[in-house]
């Protein structure tokens, strides 16, 4: 294993660019003509561009023209899956688990997830999502593509009861050896799948591990009405309630997509709230047809951490967190019949500070404040798809691109500048994943690593 350190970042000023501020509460808004003074990865000052002489010692980035933005934080994904981008459409939930993505993630190999982890990095920078939340196979390959290329991860190994007492136990040396490394930039959760795909005794055991090493769960739980209803036909408790009783809230959990929710459940979360958080992946649900939608309203009314994610490729089809904070943002509106909730700022948020919740990093990213970790993100919004410029968090949410991304800083790190990357080899990457694609694709074996009947 190589820790891969990138070296110390040293000092760093943003110069001239506007900033968004983003409050814990109440409206966000932008602070014209600033300096983002960095220091050793830590945003020292945020001040009026030309408040004090630059002394000549540190690297310096134009942001002239620019929005400065907190990383985008996507809070649930399995990034290696951009290799199966696109092959799995217009089929049912039921068919694209068993007939078409459980049969070719069955051909994954330690290598493959290494190919498609680093593409998807790449992927990421690009869009500014300077961190991630994954959940995955071949977990340390994942840890080295973030340790590489300067990103921000927790990475959660996949666990499912049939891998036996070995996985799990495999689960855990993962956490115990990659916890806290490149830097701090690689953080580590346990990732029990599903409460329907590991059994009550595993989640124990789990959640068990999870206070002792003092880490969190991350794991897909109430993806939907169906789940829910099927749980409480089978065992008379939903699949919240199985958390609850299995001891995962209590340990820390970040719940994948919640759609299945229901009232009785809001108040064994609102318990664990300070430590509960609930990604909503919207493309997802209205690429599969599903309803309900995640219940934000009533989760943020609970006190309960409301994050945005893509999901992994084979179903979002990007890792663009723009597009999921955009379709959060509308399919909320719609949902609860108010075009007046889920503002503008609301939404950049919950993309932003919470996400940094919902990955147990609130006091480190997800603002730009003298303190914070320097995950910064320069916007340029001068396109004609943004302009008139009338408000610049509503083109923010509505209007901006991943394109729209010009430099992505992290830990004080210029990972991309002027639209160049810097820590990865693009076009290798993307000639190795296509070296690969026909083989993960082949699903004529008839193997699958689960079958999906929750």
């Given at each position: 294993m190589s820790d891969r350190t990138p070296p110390s970042a040293g000092r760093l000023l943003v110069r001239g660019c506007d900033v968004l501020r983003v409050p814990p509460e109440g409206a966000c808004e932008v602070l014209p003509a600033r300096d983002i003074v960095v220091a050793d990865g830590v945003i020292e000052e945020v001040r009026p561009t030309g408040a004090a002489p630059d002394d000549g010692t540190a690297e310096v980035v134009?942001?002239?023209?620019?929005?400065?933005?907190?990383?985008?934080?996507?809070?649930?994904?399995?990034?290696?899956?951009?290799?199966?981008?696109?092959?799995?459409?217009?089929?049912?939930?039921?068919?694209?688990?068993?007939?078409?993505?459980?049969?070719?993630?069955?051909?994954l190999t330690a290598a493959d997830v290494r190919a498609g982890a680093r593409l998807a990095c790449a992927e990421m920078i690009r869009s500014g999502v300077t961190a991630f939340a994954d959940h995955y196979f071949f977990p340390e390959q994942i840890a080295e593509a973030v340790a590489e290329t300067g990103l921000r991860a927790d990475i959660a190994p996949t666990y499912f009861s049939s891998g036996g007492q070995e996985s799990l136990e495999a689960g855990v040396r993962f956490a115990e050896t990659w916890h806290g490394r490149a830097a701090g930039r690689v953080t580590v959760s346990l990732g029990p799948h599903a409460p329907y795909t590991v059994n009550d005794a595993d989640l124990r055991t789990l959640a068990g591990h999870a206070r002792e090493l003092g880490l969190r769960i991350h794991i897909h739980a109430a993806e939907h009405a169906e789940q829910t209803q099927s749980s409480l036909e089978r065992r008379g408790i939903t699949p919240i309630r199985v958390l609850y009783e299995t001891g995962v809230l209590q340990a820390g959990a970040l719940i994948a997509h919640g759609c299945g929710i229901v009232e009785q459940d809001l108040p064994l979360l609102a318990e664990y709230a300070?430590?509960?958080?609930?990604?909503?992946?919207?493309?997802?649900?209205?690429?599969?047809?599903?309803?309900?939608?995640?219940?934000?309203?009533?989760?943020?009314?609970?006190?309960?951490?409301?994050?945005?994610?893509?999901?992994?490729?084979?179903?979002?089809?990007?890792?663009?967190?723009?597009?999921?904070?955009?379709?959060?943002?509308?399919?909320?509106?719609q949902a609860v019949r108010d075009a007046t909730w889920m503002t503008v700022s609301d939404t950049l948020r919950l993309a932003m500070r919470g996400g940094a919740r919902a990955l147990g990093l609130a006091n480190r990213i997800g603002a730009l404040e003298p303190g914070m970790r320097a995950d910064i993100v320069l916007t340029d919004l001068s396109g004609a798809h943004c302009r008139p410029l009338h408000d610049p968090r509503a083109a923010l949410v509505y209007s901006a691109r991943a394109?729209?991304?010009?430099?992505?800083?992290?830990?004080?790190?210029?990972?991309?500048?002027?639209?160049?990357?810097?820590?990865?080899?693009?076009?290798?990457?993307?000639?190795?994943?296509?070296?690969?694609?026909?083989?993960?694709?082949?699903?004529?074996?008839g193997r699958a690593v689960q079958h999906y009947d929750p």
């Open positions: 134009d942001g002239r023209g620019l929005l400065a933005v907190p990383g985008l934080v996507n809070a649930h994904t399995h990034i290696p899956m951009v290799l199966m981008r696109g092959a799995a459409e217009d089929v049912t939930v039921e068919a694209w688990f068993n007939e078409r993505v459980w049969p070719m993630e069955s051909n300070s430590t509960t958080a609930v990604a909503c992946c919207p493309k997802v649900y209205l690429k599969h047809a599903l309803s309900p939608l995640t219940p934000v309203r009533e989760l943020l009314g609970a006190g309960v951490t409301v994050a945005v994610g893509t999901d992994g490729a084979a179903g979002h089809n990007t890792l663009d967190v723009w597009e999921a904070l955009r379709l959060l943002a509308l399919t909320q509106k394109s729209d991304v010009r430099t992505v800083i992290v830990d004080g790190r210029v990972l991309m500048r002027d639209g160049r990357l810097l820590t990865v080899d693009e076009p290798a990457l993307l000639a190795e994943a296509e070296a690969r694609v026909a083989r993960i694709l082949d699903t004529s074996h």
